[in-house]
């Protein structure tokens, strides 16, 4: 599937666009890069474009240059691969950001390749940085990326102590130890004795000794709580959290379960999940699943909360969740109660078919950025620990017909999103498409077609 991300800021915008490794998963990463543009709307030059070189050059040559600024060091250029993107100081204050072009084959001397200089003021040079810096910190684009930070060589370094003050120390020392040899030299040799040998004395006692019990296997759920732990807690009822959470741990669950492992009989445990999706306690329901527990996921996934406020204030809901024989992983409700009020499933939750999708690719591309631009200008900071994606369906003008959460922690935080405020319930139209809207914890913005780029 073809996903488009961006990163952008007052006087940069950085666009990757590529593949990701799945045409299901949702959270799949970019993972395979078609081109990377870097663009500066106060500059008076059109967008710098490459591939995945262009990439890994201008990260480097902006780590570098950052780092240089930082600690007042320069480095030598490297002659030998200057790289397809360089950064040297203007003597006026500013920055120059300088990009060859991919030699052609057969050019041998790269200083004849054509060079594009661009002269950056320092905002936008700071906000080149932050671009880079959000790419790197988002997981989900180009996971390989790393930061081209070295340390500075100590050639480099030119000390600010003196000589005689970095030679006292060790001078001293040398002193200190040589005085202590020769005092430890008249210092006589000790004599060593054998040690005394005690009769032992055997009392034979009128009581035998109390005997241990003997060892009880644990009534418990494999981590430092217990649903019982939790008996004080509000509980969630609201029936749309309910089915997120239902769904969330089903996946979650079904993910961290090996394929080669299959149990003779079901494996049962009562789960209680935290408003975030959090696993935070779990026990067996019959005895194969205590002795089977260590081959599921739950000692992996359980999250023991801190102190006993948390455990009787945090609102939870509680599950039932089936490991079978043939490796399915069915997640119901504990109570009938809570079965009752989520067996029908929100409105929100799932979108129906669209009948008509839109067509065109340049419709699409139109319609994802202005999207785009819409929902970053009226995006606050959020509360999110995890990324929050939903489903968001506009009509052939644009506007948002509708939109649903994809997964648990989105549902809860959809309030803080634009989302609920940019839908238009008057909005109509047979042509219709979906998009996938992803809010990262970094702050970072995705927006994608949902079906992939035609």
């Known amino acids: 599937m073809t996903v488009k991300r961006q990163y952008r800021l007052p006087s940069c915008t950085l666009t990757l666009e590529g593949l990701t490794a799945s045409s299901s998963d ?70 120059h950001l300088t990009v060859r072009s991919t030699p052609l084959e057969g050019v041998v001397d790269p200083q004849t390749v054509p060079v594009v200089d661009i002269k950056l003021t ?30 500075v060589p100590r050639q480099l ?65 494999g981590t430092n709580s217990s649903p019982e732990d939790f008996s004080q807690s509000p509980a969630i009822t609201d029936p749309n959290t309910l089915n997120l959470l239902q769904r969330d741990v089903t996946r979650t669950l079904q993910q961290g379960w090996p394929t080669d492992i299959k149990p003779s009989e079901d494996l049962s445990y009562r789960l209680v999940v935290s408003e975030d999706g959090d696993i935070l306690a779990y026990k067996y329901e019959n005895d194969i699943a205590l002795g089977e527990v260590d081959r599921t996921p739950l000692p992996k996934l359980a999250f023991d909360p801190v102190g006993s406020l948390r455990s009787s204030q945090e609102p939870v809901a509680q599950f039932r969740a089936t490991f079978s024989p043939d490796g399915e992983v069915v997640v119901k409700p504990w109570s009938t109660a809570e079965a009752a009020t989520s067996s029908a499933t929100p409105a929100s939750a799932e979108l129906p078919e669209i009948a008509n999708k839109i067509r065109g690719s340049d419709r699409i591309r139109q319609l994802n950025d202005g999207l785009y631009d819409r929902i970053l200008s009226n995006l606050q900071p959020l509360s999110a620990s995890e990324p929050l994606t939903y489903r968001v369906r506009l009509n052939q003008e644009g506007a948002i017909v509708a939109y649903a959460p994809v997964n648990a922690a989105a549902g809860l ?8 405020q940019m839908v238009d319930n008057a909005a109509s139209g047979a042509d219709q498409l979906d998009f996938m809207v992803v809010f990262t914890p970094a702050g970072v913005l995705q927006v994608s077609p949902w079906d992939g780029w035609p």
């Open 26 to 95: 949702l959270k799949s990463p970019l993972t395979v890069l078609m081109n990377a543009e870097c663009h500066f709307p106060d500059a008076d030059q059109p967008p710098l474009s490459g591939g995945r070189e262009f990439l890994d050059s201008l990260i480097t040559a902006v780590s570098r240059y950052g780092q240089q600024l930082l600690s007042g060091i320069a480095r030598p250029p490297n002659r030998d691969d200057p790289g397809l993107v360089t950064l040297k100081a203007d003597q006026g204050g500013g920055h």
């Open 413 to 420: 935080l959809a309030q803080e999103t634009p989302l609920p």
């Open 157 to 221: 370094v030119k000390s600010t102590i003196p000589m005689v003050q970095r030679a006292t120390p060790a001078a001293l020392g040398a002193a200190t130890l040589a005085a202590a040899g020769l005092a430890l030299f008249f210092v006589p040799v000790p004599e060593i004795k054998p040690p005394e040998v005690k009769p032992t004395v055997t009392r034979e006692s009128s009581t035998a000794p109390p005997t241990s019990p003997p060892d009880t296997p644990p009534q418990g759920d």
């Open 122 to 151: 320092t905002l936008q040079f700071h906000d080149l940085m932050e671009a880079i810096d959000q790419l790197l910190a988002d997981s989900q684009t180009l996971p390989d990326l790393t930061s081209h930070l070295q340390s």
